[in-house]
């Protein structure tokens, strides 16, 4: 079974930097966009930025000049590194995958969401 797992969130001043990892693990044929997501309580989730296998990269405006997105293919996994953060940017961060499984099946999962809170 495919799944998605994440690590690297917490409690950072304004400022602060914090770096959100998420491996996938099980029995992939291929991975294709990896990207993360955020929400906010009330709120609709929302695109953070995204990562193709050919390594492009897409940002929600608000995030870019601040956070990086990167993959390491062989290891299946993605990272968020997030300088300068903001208060605005404390939501719940979630791991996303689009993929094919070893049973040749289409996918797209999720993490199970990792906590980001900016605070002083």
Known sequence: QVQLVESGGGLVQPGGSLRLSCAASGIIFVIYTMGWYRQIPGKQRELVATITGGGATNYADSVKGRFTISRDNAKKTVYLQMNSLKLEDTAVYYCNA???TGQL??????GQGTQVTVSS
């Open 105 to 110: 099946l289409n996918g797209d999962y999720w």
């Open 98 to 100: 689009r993929l094919v």
